[in-house]
């Protein structure tokens, strides 16, 4: 009797929990119908249209009186606008307006908000999906302490070209990692969820297949099969669905002819019907009116019904929206219930964040005085930027540095707070609480006892500080040599045709290198860069990216060995910019060249160069090494219902204790298109003590095997695939073959 009793009272408090949540969600739609209906034309295509603020990313627009369209209900939200001061006093304009409708404000919160965390390529280094949705989430709560509701990241665009200067915002050139890493940063910008106020709406961008403009060169054109869109650049923005993106933000690419922002392909078929986002996409910065410039339509009036029919829900700086979609319902061109649709959508989110109940709730003096930058943060910061360390190169093991040694820093970026900080820094131009490299150094050395000298500019061409740089290195038991890219050198709008080391650093490395003193390089940049002189004679080398706030120390950390580094390239690193675009998942073609045959007769290569790369993907070294052995698969056939159990044992075979990212490729021998010669399918990052060994395991299953064919079918077809297990994708350690039947 008593048990069914207490059955009754749980189904009835799950149903009434369900139905509360439901109701919930319900009473969001009915309150965005009933706003809507109290809405006159002009009010909504005001919530359409987004104005930037304080400062411009990108070309600047005329200037109108932006309050006095607040007022007016005819801005719908405003970017670059932080602090929450600025952020509350710009929605009591709003709360002036007749229906008295939020505003939203959005902010480039790429890597972090006051406490800047590695730039995503570098962070996408560690492999560490946890550590990487930490920064987002710490990034998330410092931004909406102070007033912000909404990122524009992640940036989830695949590139395999680092010409393309804004490879340093995404994941790099792998689908499968890249899709892994789109989803992290969505959780940790959404945390558990929007009407929280440590959560930020995500904004997936740019969508779609931006960083295969042709040449590396921004807002480039883009032309590739519907296949490759498919299989290679579209996976991530559908992961960032999955994980529940509360937004998207298109691309100024025109693909395959039409621009991104009035293309009813990407916008309509695939992410609000195929996929069901229920979200809004803004369009990027004035890429509705650039259409013009394409040569997709006429003028502003076209342009706006172009990109309202494709999907496009705010207009964000173009104006085309606030002065053309009226008239283009009033001329029957679109009808309403296009506007409304987007209205709606917009509406929602703003309900989800709970903007209605408390237009001022993200603006809190005291949460952002606790949030930004405070000590635990920029200890989790300083984590994320070990993990994101390369080393490429550690010959006589003279890494890591033993203390007691007289160490000379030389170098233009030695010193530098603002580089550290990358392209996209909220932070910037403010950079006193970044450690310069040189302070992370001087607090393990001692004061006083670091010798430096900067040795040369970053771009220019001048020796003349040469001569001291070198009597500082002969002071020294061994040189760190600080060089790389400015870091305004990648980012938006900063392709590069040549992608060397800049200016003349490259001979001071060799001055400095021949005067015989151990020397260590780190190489500090946004993109891959090419730098073979100091690649093939510089005993030691670490690519340290942008590290952030806590730089320095992180750097630190690593050279003297307190961290011993484990991060693995997320992008190929090319011989020369003549190799570009390269990456590691190619296919074979009907006349494979040699990885490193010169001579490329009659083969698929070049006669003046080898065609393998300088650095591999998935490529990092450790102050240990890693054994792998005792490779099974619990069979060595499966159906594509079943699955293969793939195991092996990772041994530390060193004297340091470290991380080691194994890495799973496969290999489709024949399909009914060409397969790449091998694709990450899995990978685990696991610490070992010296003389650890633990047995690893991957699960073979169908998904692994599929990939779309010439009619964009998701199969997986009956056939042999090769199995590689490796520390890079030109590492492999262990192989074996299995059947699909
Ligand atoms: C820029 C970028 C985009 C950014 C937006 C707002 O042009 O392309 O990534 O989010 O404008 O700053």
New binding site residues.
Partial sequence: MLKSKHLMLLLLCTFLVSFSAEAQKKTIEQRVDSVLKLMTLDEKVGQLNQY?SAWA??PVSPEGNKIQEIKEGRLGSL??VKGFDKTRAMQEVAMQSRLKIPLLF?L?VIHGYKTTFPIPLAEAASWDLGAIEQGARIAAVEAAASGVHWT?AP?VDIARDPRWGRVM?GAGEDTYLGCLIAKARVKGFQGKGLGNTDAVMA?A??FAAYGAAIGGRDYNSVDMSDRTLWEVYLPPFKAAVDAGAATF?NS?NDLNGVPATGNAYLQRDILKGKWGFKGFVVS??GSIGEMIQHGFVKDNYEAAQAAIKAGSDMD?ESRSYIKNLAQLVKDGKISEALIDDAVKRILQKKFELGLFEDPYKFSNPDREKQALNNPEHRAIERDMARKSIVLLKNENNILPLSSGKKIALIGPLAKSKDDMLGFWSVAWPDNSDVISQFEGLEKRVGKGKLLYAKGCGISDSSKADFAEAIAVALKADIVILSMGEKRDMSG?AKSRSNIHIPGIQEELIKAICETGKPVVVLINAGRPLVFNWTADHAPAILYTWWLGSEAGNAIADVLFGDYNPAGKLPMTFPRSEGQVPIYYNYMNTGRPAADNGTFANYRSGYIDMVKSPKFPFGYGLSYTSFKYSDLKLSSSQMDSNGTIDVSFTLTNTGKYAGEEVAQLYLRDQVASVVRPVKELKDFQKLMLKPGESKIIHFTIDKQKLSFYNNKLEWVAEPGTFDLMIGSSSADIRLKDKFELQ
């Fill in positions: 930037t990313t990108g970017l670059n959005g480039d524009f940036m915002e904004c961008k740019h933000m100024f990027d910065w964000m938006e």
